[in-house]
């Protein structure tokens, strides 16, 4: 294994451990804790939660954190370029050629990285939705069926409520809605 493939494994599996906490210093975990037992006071939970990210600037938890408090407080543009942010990092974690082919069912559902790649994209989907940016969330969605054809992350359902908006459809039945999956594409 050469170098760079030896560092981007590295890299890659420090992301997928950051991404469920591991590898954050006490001091920023101490202050993402701090800030969540403040949730009541934003405005002095906000500057725990810039202190933490600035301390650990790559580290995926202190951006899941600042988003959750940006999108709790529907605070929703905030949260959407804390989303983009992390898309980036994730991104970048996952290598240059990630996305060229699509990553296959077991990483969609094991592997931490992809996982958190996906479920951001989707995320950022929603919120471009919510914000009224509806080309920039369809360019999400198109990305994220392409990524994701079997719908694990179940972005499919934001796609249905997506074209139906764009239909100018208004009244919902139980049958406008697939349980699961993407609709077959048109050639």
Do not use: C
Request: net charge negative; proline share 6%; hydrophobic share 45%.
């Amino acid at each position: 294994m050469s170098a760079d493939s030896l560092r981007f494994a590295n890299d890659l599996a420090a992301f997928a451990d950051g991404a469920i906490g591991g590898g954050l210093s006490t001091q920023v975990n101490a202050l993402i804790t701090q800030a969540g037992e403040l949730r009541h006071l934003p405005q002095q939970a906000l500057p725990l939660l810039e202190q933490a990210r600035a301390a650990a600037p790559r580290h995926p938890a202190p951006l899941i954190a600042l988003y959750r408090f940006y999108f709790y407080g529907h605070q929703l543009a905030e949260a959407r370029s804390v989303g983009e942010d992390a898309l980036a990092i994730a991104r970048t974690a996952l290598g240059p050629n990630f996305g060229d082919v699509p990553p296959g069912d077991d990483a969609t559902l094991n592997d931490s990285a992809v996982r958190f790649y996906l479920f951001t994209l989707k995320g950022l989907a929603y919120l471009n939705m919510r914000l009224g940016v509806m080309d920039e969330a369809q360019l999400m969605l198109k990305e994220l069926r392409r990524l994701d054809p079997q719908d694990h992350v179940g972005g499919a359902l934001l796609f249905h409520v997506l074209t139906r908006h764009e239909k100018g459809v208004t009244a919902d039945t139980p049958a406008d809605y697939p349980v699961r999956g993407w609709t077959p594409q048109k050639s």
